[in-house]
C-alpha cells in the first residue's frame, strides 16, 4: 500500500515564481514529515520537516504546509531559482514504528529561466 | 564533517554473483539506514542499525541480504547470488538520536545485475 503519495510527476515554473509541491498519505499516526531533493547520481539532500503538532515551517525560502484534516502537505518555493531544478521526495516516519521513513514517487521540479 | 560515503558507486555484476557494498556514517551519528530506490520511485526502507545493534528489517530484505555494523561505525550490505531484479541504487543513510527523524543520505551505490 502506497501510504505516502505525489500524484504530480512533473512541475514547470519560470524563475522567480512560486513552486507547489503536494504531497498526499494514508497513515494518520505518522509524527513528522519531511521533503528531500535529489539532483541525479547524488543521495537525497534533507530540505525542511515539520512536526504533526504544527500546521507550517519555514526556512527560508522554502515554507511546508501541513493540513492534518486533508491528510495533506505541501512545499512551497519562493522565489523558484534554477538551481532548484531536482526531483523533490516527500518522506514521512512514524516513531512507534521505528524511525523507518516512508517516500513518495517524486516529483521532478524544473524552474526555467 | 564530510558526510555520509558509500564505496562503490557503481557495480556491475552477472546473475548469481555476490556484491557487497560499504557505508561510512557522519562520524557522530549513531543510527545508520539502508534504504534501495529503482527508476522512477522513491526510497524504500530495507533495514536500520542503532549503533551495532540491527533494530529493524524490512520484508523487503530477503534472506539473500544481510547487512552488517559490526563496530557501531561503517556497515556492509551483502546480496548474496544476485538477480537481475536486485538492480537499482542502494542508499545509505545516518542519524543521530537528538535529531532522528533527520536523515542525511550518501551518494548511493548503482548496481546493476546482468
Known amino acids: 500500500d502506497q501510504q505516502v503519495k505525489q500524484n504530480s510527476p512533473s512541475l514547470s515554473v519560470q524563475e522567480g515564481r512560486i513552486s507547489i509541491l503536494n504531497c498526499d498519505y494514508t497513515n494518520s499516526m505518522f509524527d513528522y514529515f519531511l521533503w528531500y531533493k535529489k539532483y541525479p547520481a547524488e543521495g537525497p539532500t534533507f530540505l525542511i520537516s515539520i512536526s504533526s503538532i504544527k500546521d507550517k515551517n519555514e526556512d527560508g525560502r522554502f515554507t511546508v504546509f501541513l493540513n492534518k484534516s486533508a491528510k495533506h502537505l505541501s512545499l512551497h518555493i519562493v522565489p523558484s531559482q534554477p538551481g532548484d531544478s531536482a526531483v523533490y521526495f516527500c518522506a514521512a516516519l512514524q516513531e512507534t514504528s521505528g524511525s523507518r521513513l516512508t517516500f513518495g514517487e517524486g516529483t521532478q521540479l524544473t524552474v526555467n529561466p | 564533517d564530510t558526510g555520509v560515503s558509500q564505496n562503490p558507486r557503481h557495480k556491475i555484476t552477472k546473475r548469481g554473483q555476490n556484491v557487497t557494498f560499504r557505508c561510512d556514517p557522519i562520524?557522530?551519528?549513531?543510527?545508520l539506514y539502508w534504504y534501495r530506490q529503482t527508476l522512477g520511485q522513491g526510497p524504500e526502507f530495507l533495514t536500520y542499525?542503532?549503533?551495532?545493534?540491527?533494530?529493524?528489517k524490512s520484508r523487503l530484505l530477503s534472506d539473500r541480504f544481510s547487512a552488517e555494523r559490526p563496530k557501531g561505525s561503517f556497515s556492509t550490505l551483502e546480496i548474496q547470488r544476485t538477480e537481475q531484479g536486485d538492480s537499482a541504487m542502494y542508499l545509505c543513510?545516518?542519524?543521530?538520536?537528538?535529531?532522528?527523524?533527520?536523515?542525511?543520505f550518501g551518494p548511493g551505490t548503482r548496481l546493476t545485475v546482468t
Open positions: 542499525f542503532q549503533n551495532e545493534a540491527q533494530l529493524e
Open positions: 562520524s557522530e551519528h549513531n543510527r
Open positions: 543513510a545516518s542519524s543521530s538520536w537528538a535529531g532522528q527523524h533527520e536523515q542525511y
